[in-house]
């Protein structure tokens, strides 16, 4: 019998992904550290971090999980204890990427919208003191999912793989900590994500009303108004950015209330049943939104564009500036 279809798509999906999204991540670091996207190095730091934190998704998730379990299913990356090292980076990974996309859509809201508050919060010295807060939460909220895994299967003494222990499922602390690990991510990123575009549009689309109306622009022409044009730059920007990861986190997010609301069980083996299809489908489809980002600011940002030409031209010069 061959290999369910779900297994067949993923055996297929997460290689390109790799060959696509690692590359990308680089070349997106590349770039925000050069400093010469037009961008505030505020949102750069932030853009930056989130790179990395895709970028590590990427390694930990997609190429040493998905990819070695597909291709090298008994490499030394299953031995239990790496395998479990390997599953709890994901974790924090994830929950890096995530939290760190609430971080920069707050910080644009605040930068939009709270005008007094913008220019003490909206620097590089907060953004980086943000980042370093949110990462350093994600690793100490996520050292318990090591000790949740169990070996899978014992070949010659050895234990390979992981397998989440029967009694995360029934002992009280455990279910405790799961709803907490549910609700703080992704339905609290989600609503504060969903929460603050919303004031953020709001507040743009009454901003720009009375700037027309200051202006005696009765026909709504205000392609001539700079500050009006920047609002709507950043507006684009964080809309492609929140609303792709909140469209490719939806299923994930619905299989994570379905196990808390149904009979069902996360990373179940039987790849037939139709709750576990729709959560490696999930799976997919977030790590997915690990290297769209790149191809966000290549769309939305003329700048980036630029460098990235400038990268095609000359692959070499990033290497060459670093060593003068």
Known sequence: MGLPVIVQIENIFYPILAIVGVP????????????????????????????????????????????????????????????????????????????????????????????????????????????????????????????????????????????????????PIWVAYWWLESILTPFVPFILILLLNALTIRHVVLANRVRRGLRGNKNGENHNDPEVENRRKSIILLLAISGSFILLWMVTFISYVSVRFADTQLFNTNYNAPFTIMEQSGYMLSSLSSCTNTFIYGVSQSKFRDELKNMIKRPLAPITCFFK
């Open 24 to 171: 990308a991540n680089l070349v997106t670091i590349v770039i925000l550290s050069r400093g010469s996207c037009g961008l505030s190095k505020c949102i750069a730091r932030y853009l930056l971090a989130m790179a990395a934190g895709d970028l590590l998704f990427l390694i930990f998730q997609v190429v040493l999980c998905e990819i070695n379990d597909a291709y090298f299913p008994y490499s030394f990356l299953s031995y239990t204890p790496i395998c479990i090292l390997n599953l709890t980076l994901i974790f924090v990974s994830i929950d890096c990427s995530i939290w760190l996309t609430v971080a920069f859509t707050f910080d644009r809201f605040v930068s939009i919208c709270c005008q007094r508050l913008r220019t003490k919060y909206c620097t590089e010295k907060i953004a980086a003191v943000v980042i370093a807060v949110v990462c350093s939460l994600a690793v100490l909220e996520n050292i318990p999912i090591y000790f949740i895994f169990e070996p899978r299967e014992i070949i010659d003494n050895a234990p390979w793989s992981c397998d989440i222990k029967s009694s995360f499922y029934t002992l």
